[in-house]
């Protein structure tokens, strides 16, 4: 008899469903070349909202090269760029937190020790949009350096106010 599985399985379901969305890799581009190792790089990646279906971002990251970079030892720099899109009609898969300390949905290493780049989403009732902020911490002094992106809510495949409709 399986008595323990069912507590460990709704706790595992439960820790998944909190943990921050993974990134795919859209593209990148050469910034310096570096005669050993990898080149320096811009890479975008992209990833969807875990709580709100519908909603890519698109964050592009600075990415050293070289042998510290290659061998993933480098700290990378604070820039960092976000775009997001509603990209299919928004669901919300959970009910998604309402204050003004956001909710954090994407975290992406930047240096082998204490850095991150951080996605932290808010919700601006008022204004009927998701509001998606990009930056970089660290353990002892984070970076001011940010970018912000907003989705307006609206039904899929509507026209925005004040839009000429084509057909």
């Known amino acids: 008899m399986r008595t323990g599985f069912i507590p460990v399985a709704l706790l595992a379901a439960g820790l998944l469903s909190a943990l921050p969305a993974v990134a795919e890799v859209i593209g990148k581009a050469d910034a310096a070349f570096k005669l050993l190792g990898r080149n320096h790089q811009v890479v975008v990646e992209a990833f969807d ?3 709100v279906n519908g909603v890519t971002c698109f964050v592009s990251m600075a990415r050293k090269g070289g042998v510290t970079g290659t061998l993933g030892l480098a700290e990378e720099t604070s820039d960092a760029s976000i775009a997001c899109r509603q990209t299919g009609p928004i ?3 959970e009910a998604i937190e309402d204050d003004d300390e ?3 949905v ?7 020790l204490f850095k991150r780049l951080n996605v932290v989403r808010f919700l ?3 204004r009927n949009t998701l509001v998606y902020l990009a930056y970089s911490d660290k353990l002892i002094d984070g970076s001011p350096q940010n970018s912000v992106s907003a989705v307006a809510m609206m039904p ?3 026209t925005p106010p004040g839009a000429v409709k084509t057909e």
Do not use: N, Y
Request: no cysteine.
């Open 102 to 104: 956001g909710e954090e």
């Open 106 to 112: 994407f975290q992406k290493r930047q240096s082998i």
């Open 124 to 126: 601006d009732r008022k």
């Open 156 to 158: 899929w495949g509507a």
């Open 49 to 51: 909202d875990p709580k």
């Open 91 to 93: 669901v919300f898969a």
